[in-house]
């Protein structure tokens, strides 16, 4: 079992920053791929991107809407995730959620553990 949990979510206006961060607890963090995934009201859950276990790989969603914003990183030695975000938009507004999994996919329900989610608003 892996406990997730992610915290940094607030309110910011447009054009600003966020650092969300997913700690992780239970079995060994660093064997996993972490993902991170929003949820705006309505929507399906969207990818964002993903980390490998090293870190030393990286991928993010293929969506002009994120265009280069947003940067994840690990540090395995505080067995924690993290999800830059800058230039922030109204459209970014969702609750963020981090998971770890077996490989790096876009796809939610290949992801084993989930954290409760951090909500991010973005006022115009």
């Known amino acids: 079992q892996v406990q997730l949990v992610e915290s940094g979510g607030g309110l910011v206006q447009a054009g600003g920053s966020l650092r969300l961060s997913c700690a992780a607890s239970?079995?060994?963090?660093?064997?996993?791929?972490m993902g991170w995934f929003r949820q705006a009201p309505g929507k399906e859950r969207e990818f964002v991107g993903a980390i490998s276990w090293s870190g030393g790989s990286t991928y993010y969603a293929d969506s002009d809407s994120l265009n280069g914003r947003f940067t994840i990183s690990r540090d395995n030695a505080k067995n924690t995730v993290y999800l830059q975000m800058n230039s922030l938009r109204p459209e970014d507004t969702a609750v963020y959620y981090c998971?770890?999994?077996?490989?790096?996919?876009?796809?939610?329900?290949?992801?084993?553990?989930w954290g409760q989610g951090t909500q991010v608003t973005v006022s115009s």
């Open positions: 998971a770890a999994g077996a490989h790096i996919t876009t796809d939610w329900g290949t992801y084993d553990y």
């Open positions: 239970g079995r060994t963090f660093s064997i996993y791929v």
